[in-house]
């Protein structure tokens, strides 16, 4: 089964910090993504990584896949509370599946 | 924006008893989706729609589950007899194209309660 981990599992900071969250795998995918989730919503697309080694950015948000395309990580900038919620990295298992990572629970004290 | 649309976003049923869940995809999308969600756990795929057939299911997707499209707006999933353990969020998704890297939009849910 090729899971996804995602660490940490949680995650509290005080606004206006930094933080760094990790998406790892044995396995290489051909593409992966991230999500956003906040509670009664469905996970909301971030973000699709393709190329080894690519960079994203999305406001204060940077997302980075691994040059061999096992792992990836999501940095926030100067984090807010509105950028609570629960991050989710998903990769295509199929052309019609998607398979999701356990999640990193965020929250931004103000 | 279009959006992907469920009802009901709460249903509490007796164990045993049958649920319809039911979601409106985006109108132009070709290909239909559901995932659940037990609390505290992963998103986990369920079934895969296209053409009115089903292309994928996992194996939580046994004989007690059922996918429609019974017209050209709505997605439905049947559960027919519940279980405690179906309870859980139910999130309908559709896309345009069937690709791995393309996106699934999704519903914002139906929680599913069994007593």
């Known amino acids: 089964t090729q899971l996804l981990e995602q660490s940490p599992q949680f995650l509290s900071i005080q606004e206006g910090e930094n933080l760094t969250v990790y998406c790892n795998s044995s396995s290489v995918f051909s593409s992966l993504q991230w999500y956003r989730q906040e509670p009664g919503e469905g996970p909301v697309l971030l973000v699709t990584?393709?190329?080894?080694?690519e960079v994203k950015k999305l406001k204060r948000l940077t997302f980075q896949f691994g040059d061999a395309r096992k792992d990836s990580s999501l940095h926030i900038t100067a984090a807010q509370p509105g950028d609570t919620g629960l991050y989710l990295c998903a990769r295509g298992s199929s052309a019609s599946k998607i398979i999701f990572g356990s999640g990193t629970r965020l929250s931004i004290r103000p | 924006e279009p959006e992907v649309t469920q009802t009901p976003s709460h249903q509490v049923t007796q164990m045993g008893q049958e649920v319809i869940l039911r979601c409106v995809p985006i109108s132009n999308h070709l290909y239909f989706y559901w995932y659940r969600q037990i609390l505290g756990q992963k998103v986990e795929f369920l079934v895969s729609?296209?053409?009115?057939?089903?292309?994928?299911k996992s194996e939580i997707f046994d004989d007690q589950f059922s996918v429609e499209r019974p017209d050209g707006s709505n997605f439905t999933l049947k559960i027919r007899s519940t279980k405690l353990e179906d309870s859980a969020m139910y999130f309908c998704a559709s896309s345009y194209f069937i690709d791995s890297n393309q996106p699934q939009h999704f519903g914002d849910g139906t929680r599913l309660s069994i007593l």
């Open positions: 990584v393709v190329t080894g080694g």
């Open positions: 729609f296209y053409n009115n057939e089903i292309s994928e």
